[in-house]
């Protein structure tokens, strides 16, 4: 057979060991890039989230569009707001249920002078469209990687100081 057919049936193995060290590789290296992304997503909830909390203490809704007006978050979708849906639900039975105040619509909270503590950087038809439709937001957020996250703090409305949360809502578009 010549040089060559006498060293096929050696070839054979290690260009299959070869094949399989190299598609292992490629899968772990697609597995970290997977969790690097997840990874970064969550840095980038945390920054969002440390521009709005600041010292945990808002002192009023001004203060609040003051923080929210310095976020710049590229390549990710976010709703962050105010809320005391945690620590006062009854105020809140009437208007949400369970399901949707867990994901978005959880009840964001209005001062006296009816200022609601929110922001987002969302096209304003689609946040109208989930905030208004249950089906739509369970449509919209389908085929979403959804991380959420909820930290206390302190909000002054009209002098008095009052326990809350921030719950900021990220997704990749």
């Not at 440390?50 to 203490?57: A, M, N």
């Not at 905030?131 to 002098?159: G, H, L, Q, T, W």
Request: glycine share 4%.
């Amino acid at each position: 057979m010549g040089p060559i057919g006498d060293d096929l049936p050696s070839l054979i193995p290690l260009l299959f060991a070869l094949i399989m060290f190299f598609s292992t590789f490629t899968f772990a290296f697609g597995v970290f890039d997977n969790k690097n992304s997840k990874f970064d997503s969550d840095i980038k909830v945390i920054k969002i989230a440390k521009v709005l909390k600041g010292t945990s203490y808002i002192s009023g809704y001004e203060n609040f569009k003051a923080l929210c007006s310095t976020l710049s978050i590229p390549n990710l979708k976010f709703r962050a707001g105010i809320t005391n849906y945690y620590t006062a639900t009854d105020q809140y039975s009437l208007q949400y249920n369970a399901q949707d105040a867990r994901l978005y619509n959880v009840g964001f909270f209005l001062d006296e002078a009816g200022n609601e503590f929110s922001c987002h950087n969302i096209d304003p038809a689609i946040n109208s469209d989930i905030s208004s439709s249950p089906s739509f937001a369970y449509r919209f957020f389908a085929d979403k990687e959804i991380v959420a996250r909820i930290y206390p703090i302190a909000v002054e409305d009209n002098r008095v100081i009052k326990p809350m949360h921030l719950v900021v809502v990220t997704w990749m578009p």
